[in-house]
């Protein structure tokens, strides 16, 4: 009779077994995918109210900020933002950018302009961050805020906040 429990149990667990190993089956498929990138939208001119300053390094006197507003994550994983840098002189940089974190690269979709409008940039194809100076903006959005231990902050809320919570 024991004998009789014991292989009722294991007939009663091989469905449990065969559903497992068809869940690693399809992971393991699912990893063989090519990436596909979302179409990227370009996003309101940055206001300066919804601007949230971030640290590079204190060897630079420009100043750095990331629009709140702007911030996504698409369902391809890219982390998009438009970062806005104040150059020690006053001049101003704007740019519409994107991290994937899986990979440590950056892209950049479109330049700002002070009238609000924006331009698409020529050559927006995807290079790595890894090998950027210590005064590297992305380096920073890569490593301290976006993807921390190369893990992509989950939405823009979570990146709004690791933003406030290690900015200025």
């Not at 065969?18 to 990138?37: G, I, N, S, Y």
């Not at 892209?107 to 009238?115: E, F, M, N, Q, T």
């Not at 210590?134 to 690791?162: M, Q, T, W």
């Amino acid at each position: 009779m024991p004998g009789m429990k014991i292989l009722l149990a294991l007939l009663l667990c091989l469905p449990f077994a065969a559903h497992a190993e068809w869940l690693d089956f399809d992971h393991e498929f699912d990893q063989d995918k090519p990436w596909v990138e979302v179409a990227a939208q370009l996003p309101p001119y940055p206001k300066p109210g919804n601007l949230i300053p971030f640290d590079v390094s204190s060897a630079t006197r420009n100043k750095f900020f990331i629009d709140a507003d702007s911030i996504s994550v698409g369902s391809d994983k890219v982390v998009r933002y438009t970062v806005v840098i104040e150059a020690a002189g006053g001049a101003k940089n704007v740019s519409y950018e994107g991290l994937r974190c899986e990979t440590g690269e950056r892209r950049l979709y479109a330049y700002g302009h002070a009238d609000g409008s924006w331009s698409k940039a020529r050559n927006a194809q995807w290079e790595s961050i890894r090998v950027r100076s210590l005064l590297s903006y992305h380096k920073a959005l890569y490593e301290d805020y976006f993807c921390p231990d190369g893990i992509n902050v989950r939405n823009a809320k979570e990146a709004v906040e690791r933003l406030r919570r290690r900015g200025y």
